[in-house]
């Protein structure tokens, strides 16, 4: 859905230059029309296996985000009472709602709870605990699964790979059938489910197949010792290509070969996709503010801050960067860099790229997911706004922070 026609890049039928001249930069920009047919896609290759594709709000949880999502039917997965009030103000299904996390506090719980959400994800006894003395007090049945440690390498970048023994997440899978075992003393838990996942930005979806392939043995064994196991939830953590010429993993093959597994089960799936959904569907857009050489390096200097965008400074990573108007004029090979006060402030280092003057608008490609959530007031920098684009037209579904909105609630 951003596509170069012409010289100018547009998202949909929107021209981004245009657009940034009218909003002000920087930046976010998110195509509807990409959320939907990426939350269609795993809709459609599901097909009739009972399903339910959880938004993971936490990849991006602006309330208009939340609010498409919900009106095309999706659940969440969410991972904080802040989010489960986003996807409730957001018109969010609480029936639909899976709760992640490995630390929940008591009054999360109970908020969970009293708006009725489908199930929690438990990271540990002492969470089944707590959640079965809230019910009982409530008086209603909760339902959980446990997310399983299945210790399988989901090969991304370490802060993002959740699924090794070594990791705070989950049980042990050798532990966990006796997790559920002791879980029948909880007479107000039910044990809806086993879940897993295994981290983030998985390009090969191999280990997460072998990761589902023990999952689902092991709700297997659980359903034959008498534990009501209904659905299955698959964790989310499918990748998105960052780098020019490579191609994300297709959402259709990867769902198929899931459903493949779980057809002859009878169990339900749940699924837990964030930044497959939205990451393509977002750039940050951002206007040269300078360029300059410190002896053989040279530098663009851009409006756009490790603040805004904190994926490369925290994990390397890469994200394309393109010009919103193209020019003829020669490559350049420079580090974008932003305003923020530290050296690793950076949108690129040693990138060659098309020439860029002060003044010019860039788009800083994939940056759907994991960006805005991410971003702060360091440096007292006002938050961005975020834009959506809908066909020809494009809205405002969240203002640029002013001066008074960075002090609001502080007293002198
Ligand atoms: C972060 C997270 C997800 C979403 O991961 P993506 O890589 O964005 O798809 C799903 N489930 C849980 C429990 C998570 O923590």
């Known amino acids: 859905m951003f596509a170069y026609s012409n010289n100018d890049y547009y998202c949909e039928q929107v021209p981004l230059a245009d657009l940034a001249h009218e909003t002000g930069t920087p930046a976010y920009v998110y195509s509807s029309q990409a959320i939907l047919a990426n939350y269609g896609a795993y809709e459609e290759a599901f097909g009739d296996l009972p399903h339910t594709v959880c938004y993971a709000v936490k990849a991006n949880s602006s309330l208009a985000v939340l609010a498409l999502l919900a009106k095309a ?14 996807v409730l103000q957001a018109g969010g299904d609480p029936a639909k709602v899976v709760f992640s996390g490995v630390g929940k506090t008591a009054a999360e719980v109970e908020d969970a709870l009293a708006n009725g959400i489908h199930s929690f994800n438990c990271e540990s006894e002492a969470e089944l605990a707590l959640i079965d003395a809230k019910a009982a007090r409530v008086g209603k049945k909760a339902g959980f699964s446990i997310r399983v440690n299945p210790d399988v390498d989901a090969a991304t970048h370490p802060y993002i790979s959740t699924g090794l023994s070594q990791h705070k997440f989950g049980i042990a899978i050798a532990d966990a059938a006796g997790v559920y075992e002791r879980s029948k003393q909880f007479r107000n838990l039910v044990a809806e489910g086993v879940s897993c996942h295994i981290g983030s930005q998985i390009l090969d979806p191999s280990p997460i197949l072998e990761a589902v392939d023990k999952v689902l043995a092991l709700a297997e064994a659980l359903r034959a010792q008498g534990h009501p196991i209904r659905h299955l939830d698959l964790g989310g953590g499918l990748g998105v290509a960052y780098h020019a010429g490579e191609t994300s993993p297709e959402i259709r093959g990867f769902v198929d070969a899931l459903t493949s597994r779980l057809r002859a089960s009878g169990l339900a799936a749940m699924i837990e996709p964030g930044r497959s959904i939205v990451g393509q569907a977002g750039v940050l857009v951002t206007r040269v503010l300078y360029r300059k050489k410190n002896g053989d390096k040279e530098f663009l200097i851009v409006d756009a801050a490790m603040n805004d965008l904190i994926r490369p400074s925290l994990y390397r990573a890469h994200h394309e960067i393109l010009p919103l108007r193209k020019n003829t004029l020669p490559t350049m090979k420079v580090d974008v860099v932003g305003p923020v006060c530290e050296t690793g402030d950076f949108l690129a280092r040693d990138r060659e790229m098309a020439n860029a003057m002060p003044g010019d608008y860039l788009a800083v ?20 706004p975020e834009i959506l684009v809908e066909g020809d037209r494009w809205r405002v579904i969240r203002e640029r922070e002013s001066y008074a909105d960075l002090v609001r609630g502080e007293t002198i």
């Open 365 to 384: 490609c994939t940056a759907g997911a994991y960006g805005f959530v991410q971003s702060c007031n360091y440096n007292s920098r006002p938050r961005l």
């Open 73 to 86: 039917g999706a659940g969440f997965d969410i991972v904080s009472g802040g989010e489960l009030y986003r």
